[in-house]
Nanobody, 121 residues
Framework: QAQLVESGGGLVQVGDSLRLSCVASGRTFSSDAMGWFRQVPEKEREFVAA???????DYADSVKGRFTISRDNAKNTIYLQMNSLNSEDTAVYYC???????????????WGPGTQVTVSS
């Protein structure tokens, strides 16, 4: 059974950086698109970033230029480097693997349990 587990979340201040990691186990995702989403209470989950098997990336407008998604297939891991964090980035961040359909911003088959990122002013 495939599993995704996020790590790297925490409490930081406005302007700080964090790097999230997502380690996959149970199967390889080297041929799949993978993504990051986030959710705050009482709001729908929103797309953050995604990367295809051949390193094509896509970003939400709100994080473009500040966040960078990358992958290391040898480690079955993807990363989300988050710079210049602001309070609106506070959310639970979820890793997702193997998209369903054509859109990188759509649904995925596998999801991690999430990691909390809190940006304090």
């Amino acid at each position: 059974q495939a599993q995704l587990v996020e790590s790297g979340g925490g409490l930081v201040q406005v302007g700080d950086s964090l790097r999230l990691s997502c380690v996959a186990s149970g199967r390889t995702f080297s041929s799949d698109a993978m993504g990051w989403f986030r959710q705050v209470p009482e709001k729908e989950r929103e797309f953050v970033a995604a990367i295809t098997w051949n390193d094509i990336t896509d970003y939400a407008d709100s994080v473009k230029g500040r966040f960078t998604i990358s992958r290391d297939n040898a480690k079955n891991t993807i990363y989300l480097q988050m710079n210049s964090l602001n309070s609106e980035d506070t959310a639970v961040y979820y890793c997702a693997g193997q998209r369903i359909g054509l859109s990188l911003r759509g649904n995925y088959r596998f999801w991690g349990p999430g990691t909390q990122v809190t940006v304090s002013s």
